[in-house]
C-alpha cells in the first residue's frame, strides 16, 4: 500500500474515507458520476492549471487557454460522457494584462468548440501567480459510463492518435521554431491537444470498449492505475507504440533517438489520448472506428498475472510506475520543460 505523501496514496486515503454518492460513483476515476434523471448520469471532473506548473506565462495564452479546456473534456471523454458545460475559476496578480486573459479564453473557446460545453460560470479571485481551476459536467447514458475498472484478461489494449509528440513539443519548448513536419507535429500536439470526447461516446456503446481512461500522465503511470482499478495486469509492445518516428543519419543515433521516443510515449505526459481496453469481439468494430487522422492501435493485451511488463526487441523487462504525480520528484519533469524523468 502506498504511503499518503504521493498522489496515488492520497487518493487512496480520501477514497476510503469518502463513500461514493448514491446511484453514482466516486473517487479515482476520470470523473465522478452522479443519477441526474432516470437512466441518466451526470459526469463531474475538476482540474487545477497552474502557472509554472501546467504551463508558463511565455506561451501563447491561446495554447494555455486550449489545453485547460482539453484537461476537462479529455476527462469527460474518457468516462464516455456527452460534455455539457465547463466552469472556470480563475486567479491572477494585479496587473495581467486584460489581453492575456482575452487571448486565453479565445483558446478555450477554440477547445470547446463543436463540443456542446458552454463556460457557464466560475469564480475570480487575486492571487500571486495565474491559477485556473477548470470543472467539466457531461452526461451519459445510465451504466453506459466508461470505467477504469471494466478491464479483463484477454482483453486488448488500444491507445487513440498518438503517443509521445506532446512530450517532445514540450521539449522543445514554447519558443521553439520546427524545422520539420514531425517537430511540427509535436509542437501542435503538445500546445493544442485535442480532446477525444466524440471517440469516447462511440466507444461507450455496448461491445466496444470494456475500460478507458486519458493519457494525461503518461502511459505507463496511467495503464497501471487502470490495471490496478480492474485488478489485472498488462503486457505492452513496444514496438506498436504509436510514437514519433526515430530520425537520424547513423544508426547509433536513430536508436538513441528510438529510444527517447519510447521514453517520451511511455512516461511523457500531457497526450490527451484515450486508452482502453476491448474484447476480442470488438475488434472489427473498432477498426471501422479508425480513421486517418484518429488511428486506433491495439498495443497490448490484458493479463490474468498482476505485473506490467513492456516487450522490447524481442525481449520483456518490466514497466515502472513512472510519470507525472503531482507530489512526486518525477513530478518536476513538466516544470524545466524537459520530457522525461
Ligand atoms: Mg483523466
Known amino acids: 500500500m502506498a504511503g499518503t505523501s504521493n498522489e496515488r496514496g492520497w487518493v487512496a486515503w480520501l477514497a476510503r474515507r469518502h463513500a461514493p454518492p448514491p446511484g453514482g460513483l466516486g473517487i479515482g476515476d476520470d470523473a465522478a458520476l452522479l443519477p441526474l434523471a432516470p437512466g441518466l448520469?451526470?459526469?463531474?471532473?475538476?482540474?487545477?492549471?497552474?502557472?509554472?506548473?501546467?504551463?508558463?506565462r511565455r506561451e501563447r495564452p491561446e495554447d494555455c487557454g486550449y489545453r485547460l479546456a482539453t484537461r476537462a473534456?479529455?476527462?469527460?471523454?474518457?468516462?464516455?460522457?456527452?460534455?455539457?458545460?465547463?466552469?472556470?475559476?480563475?486567479?491572477?496578480?494585479?496587473?495581467?494584462?486584460?489581453?492575456?486573459?482575452?487571448?486565453?479564453?479565445?483558446?478555450?473557446?477554440?477547445?470547446?468548440?463543436?463540443?456542446?460545453?458552454?463556460?457557464?460560470?466560475?469564480?475570480?479571485?487575486?492571487?500571486?501567480?495565474?491559477?485556473?481551476?477548470?470543472?467539466?459536467?457531461?452526461?451519459?447514458?445510465?451504466?453506459?459510463?466508461?470505467?477504469?475498472?471494466?478491464?479483463?484478461?484477454g482483453d486488448s489494449l488500444w491507445v487513440s492518435g498518438w503517443l509521445g509528440y506532446a512530450a517532445w513539443g514540450r521539449r522543445l519548448g514554447a519558443r521553439a521554431q520546427p524545422s520539420d513536419r514531425e517537430q511540427r507535429r509535436a509542437l501542435a500536439r503538445w500546445r493544442r491537444p485535442r480532446a477525444r470526447w466524440e471517440l469516447g461516446r462511440r466507444l461507450a456503446q455496448p461491445g466496444r470498449a470494456s475500460a478507458c481512461m486519458d493519457v494525461s500522465d503518461g502511459l505507463s503511470l496511467d495503464l497501471h492505475r487502470l490495471c490496478r482499478a480492474s485488478q489485472v495486469g498488462a503486457m505492452v509492445f513496444a514496438g506498436r507504440l504509436p510514437a514519433p518516428p526515430p530520425a537520424?543519419?547513423?544508426?547509433?543515433?536513430?536508436?538513441?533517438?528510438?529510444?527517447?521516443?519510447?521514453?517520451?510515449?511511455?512516461?511523457?505526459?500531457?497526450?490527451?489520448?484515450?486508452?482502453?481496453?476491448?474484447?476480442?469481439?470488438?475488434?472489427?468494430?473498432?477498426?471501422?472506428?479508425?480513421?486517418?487522422?484518429?488511428?486506433?492501435?491495439?498495443i497490448g493485451v490484458i493479463t490474468r498475472s498482476r505485473g506490467l511488463w513492456l516487450e522490447l526487441d524481442g525481449g520483456r523487462e518490466r514497466l515502472p510506475e513512472r510519470g507525472w504525480d503531482a507530489f512526486d520528484a518525477h513530478g518536476g519533469n513538466r516544470r524545466g520543460g524537459r520530457a522525461t524523468p
Open 248 to 298: 537520424g543519419r547513423s544508426s547509433r543515433a536513430r536508436s538513441a533517438a528510438a529510444r527517447r521516443a519510447l521514453d517520451f510515449a511511455l512516461y511523457g505526459g500531457e497526450d490527451y489520448e484515450l486508452l482502453f481496453t476491448a474484447p476480442a469481439t470488438a475488434r472489427a468494430r473498432l477498426r471501422r472506428l479508425a480513421s486517418p487522422t484518429l488511428p486506433l492501435t491495439e
Open 41 to 56: 448520469q451526470l459526469a463531474a471532473t475538476t482540474d487545477w492549471f497552474l502557472e509554472d506548473l501546467h504551463f508558463r
Open 73 to 153: 473534456l479529455s476527462d469527460l471523454a474518457a468516462m464516455g460522457a456527452e460534455p455539457l458545460a465547463l466552469l472556470l475559476s480563475a486567479a491572477w496578480p494585479a496587473g495581467l494584462a486584460a489581453s492575456w486573459r482575452r487571448r486565453l479564453h479565445a483558446g478555450l473557446e477554440a477547445a470547446a468548440r463543436d463540443s456542446g460545453a458552454a463556460l457557464a460560470g466560475g469564480d475570480l479571485s487575486r492571487a500571486a501567480r495565474i491559477a485556473f481551476d477548470i470543472v467539466g459536467l457531461g452526461r451519459v447514458r445510465a451504466g453506459r459510463a466508461l470505467l477504469r475498472s471494466g478491464a479483463r484478461p
